[in-house]
C-alpha cells in the first residue's frame, strides 16, 4: 500500500495558477488510479480529478474542466494538480487519494489519503 504526502499549496490571488504535487512512497504507484479532492469548510469533500495508473484517461469535476490538469509521472512516483484562474471559490484542503482499479469519483472508493495541503484564493 502506499502513503501520500501533498506538497504545494499557499495562499495566492484570484487568476493565479498554482501546481499541487503528490508523492507516494512504495513500489507499486504506477498500478494505483490516483485522484485530488477538495473539502471547504463547511462543505462535503469534492471530487476534482482522476487519473489512470498510465496517466492515458483523466477525468475531472464539472467546475474545474478546462482550468485544472492532472498528471503524473511514474517514474518520481508523483502525481500533479495545475490549477490555472483560481477562483476564491477554489479555497479548500487539497487532498490527493490511491485507489486500485479503474477511475472513479466517490470519495468512498479511494482507499488511501494524504494529509492534505491548504490552498487559499483572495479576491
Known amino acids: 500500500q502506499v502513503q501520500l504526502v501533498e506538497s504545494g499549496g499557499g495562499l495566492v490571488q484570484a487568476g493565479d495558477s498554482l501546481r499541487l504535487s503528490c508523492a507516494a512512497s512504495g513500489r507499486t504507484f504506477s498500478t494505483y488510479t490516483m485522484g485530488w479532492f477538495r473539502q471547504a469548510p463547511g462543505k462535503e469533500r469534492e471530487f476534482v480529478a482522476g487519473?489512470?495508473?498510465?496517466?492515458?484517461?483523466?477525468y475531472y469535476g464539472d467546475s474545474m474542466k478546462g482550468r485544472f490538469t492532472i498528471s503524473r509521472d511514474n517514474g518520481k512516483n508523483t502525481v500533479y494538480l495545475q490549477m490555472n484562474s483560481l477562483k476564491p471559490e477554489d479555497t479548500a484542503v487539497y487532498y490527493c487519494?490511491?485507489?486500485?482499479?479503474?477511475?472513479?469519483?466517490?470519495?468512498?472508493?479511494?482507499?488511501?489519503w494524504g494529509q492534505g495541503t491548504q490552498v487559499t484564493v483572495s479576491s
Open positions: 487519494a490511491a485507489r486500485t482499479g479503474g477511475l472513479r469519483s466517490r470519495e468512498s472508493e479511494y482507499s488511501t
Open positions: 487519473i489512470s495508473w498510465s496517466g492515458g484517461t483523466t
